[in-house]
């Protein structure tokens, strides 16, 4: 279950390619798209290639959303600590993926502007497959982190599904389809985590084996039907100063409007933190949950995702401006984390995803008004400064959420209250919501 979107997403799995606005896939996200820096093709043959790769995006999301309501109760069970204390490894693990994303991301959507989109996208799903295996197999808590420092480091897919759209979407229906890229993360996460906690109640490693499994028929689907987005005429050396995760920053520093949006993103991404370390945690404490229980409940954040993004974004950010649609996002967002933060009954969880899902419009909103605000020769370096920001947040966040869990969960805690890390995701939703008040609306659309 992701921020206002989803991602991803977000929940305890610790993938971090997509926007916050579907259910939990890591922090990747629109992350390191590079975006190429000439006018979008429309030939019949390139609009075709938006199917595949969404079709790409959503089985990567299938995988995922697999592996997602086990892997707390695997750290518990290698850790062997209670659910409070677990929630620490947890955030743990959940920033060491986001420091290799951080780390290697800029390099990454480099690469695909020097040598395309598909050679990126294919690194980044046998990665993940690598990592699905290393985790099926994990006998300690090292091999854990050491699957997911690979999967940090090749993290791409939604990134580079992300640059291909708008490789081939002229700028007017970005929007649009940067939701159905939501969407189809969203279709693709209704069934994987429900399917993982069924396949959880029979063997805890059995949903790491089938998320492997994807993630290399992807390989496979993407090496021999996807076609290259980025055409070689068009393709740039690469640059070092830009390809590493500092100096990707200074673009941001060139507009104060691109550095209040991405500020606004960050704190979106800062309440995915917050599911991604607590959310099946604190419904095994509050409501006895166990993987079956906590994998239908992101198969509904899936599908709520799925429904406002690919059928309300199209309708509503037109009619509301990019602007006014991510503010109304934010608020909506803000509701549904308090909504979680105080979720000891079934309704009102049910009432946090409902709310969640409406919020998820913020995402493209947001990544529309960057679009339009960044000139074509621009596009790559403003998408990989916002995922240097955003991996910088995706370290942080967990580690405070899981600090935050662990210190109001405890038996011994002066305030209980395991609902605390949802309280901060309200407070950083609020914080957008100001931020991006302060960003005039694009003279163009919206």
């Known amino acids: 279950m992701a921020p206002e979107h989803p991602t991803t997403t977000h929940s305890t799995a610790t993938h971090s390619t997509a926007t916050p606005s579907t259910a939990t896939h890591s922090t990747a996200t629109p992350s390191t798209a590079t975006h190429s820096t000439a006018t979008p093709s429309t030939t019949p043959g390139r609009s075709a290639s938006v199917g595949l790769v969404l079709a790409t995006v959503a089985i990567d999301a299938l995988g995922f959303g697999l592996v997602v309501p086990v892997v707390p109760t695997l750290v518990m069970q290698l850790s062997g ?6 929630s620490l490894w947890q955030g743990a693990l959940l920033a060491a993926f986001s420091l290799m994303q951080f780390l290697c991301a800029p390099l990454l959507g480099a690469l695909s502007d020097r040598f395309g989109r598909r050679p990126v996208l294919l690194v980044s799903l046998g990665g993940m497959c690598l990592n699905y295996l290393m985790l099926a197999w994990a006998p300690t808590l090292g091999w854990l982190f050491l699957g997911r420092l690979i ?3 090749t993290a791409a897919s939604y990134s580079a599904a992300t640059a291909y759209i708008a490789d081939v979407t ?3 229906k970005r929007a649009q389809r940067f939701g159905l890229i939501g969407a189809m993360f969203g279709l693709g996460f209704v069934g994987g985590p429900a399917l993982g906690g069924l396949l959880g109640g029979y063997g805890l490693r059995l949903p790491f084996l089938a998320a492997a499994l994807l993630a290399g028929a992807n390989v496979l689907y993407a090496l021999l039907v996807l076609p290259e987005s980025l055409p070689p005429a068009l393709r740039r050396p690469v640059q070092w100063r830009r390809a590493n995760p500092v100096g990707s920053l200074r673009v941001i520093a060139t507009d104060p409007a691109y550095a209040r949006l991405a500020a606004a993103w960050c704190c979106s991404w800062f309440a995915l933190g917050a599911l991604q370390s607590s959310f099946v945690l604190e419904n095994d404490m509050r409501l006895g949950w166990g ?4 994998g239908l409940a992101l198969a509904m954040v899936g599908v709520g995702s799925a429904i406002v993004q690919g059928l309300l974004v199209r309708r509503l950010v037109p009619r509301m401006g990019e602007r006014r649609a991510a503010l109304a996002g934010y608020v909506v967002s803000a509701l549904a984390y308090l909504a979680f933060a105080f979720a000891d009954q079934v309704w009102l969880l049910g009432v946090g995803i409902a709310l969640q899902a409406l919020g998820s419009i913020s995402g493209p909103a947001v990544q529309a008004l960057l679009s339009a605000r960044a000139g074509p020769d621009q596009q790559g370096q403003v998408q990989g400064a916002l995922a240097s920001m955003q991996g910088l947040t995706a370290i942080i ?10 210190t109001f969960a405890a038996a011994g805690a002066l305030v209980h209250l395991p609902g605390a890390p949802f309280l901060l995701a309200a407070m950083a939703y609020g914080a957008a919501y100001l931020v991006v008040r302060r960003v005039p609306p694009p003279t163009v659309g919206g």
């Open 397 to 406: 966040a967990p580690l405070v959420s899981g600090w935050a869990f662990s």
């Open 291 to 294: 993987p079956q229980q906590n």
């Open 81 to 86: 600590q209670p659910a409070s204390g677990a």
């Open 170 to 172: 002229p700028p007017a």
């Open 151 to 153: 999967a940090g480091a």
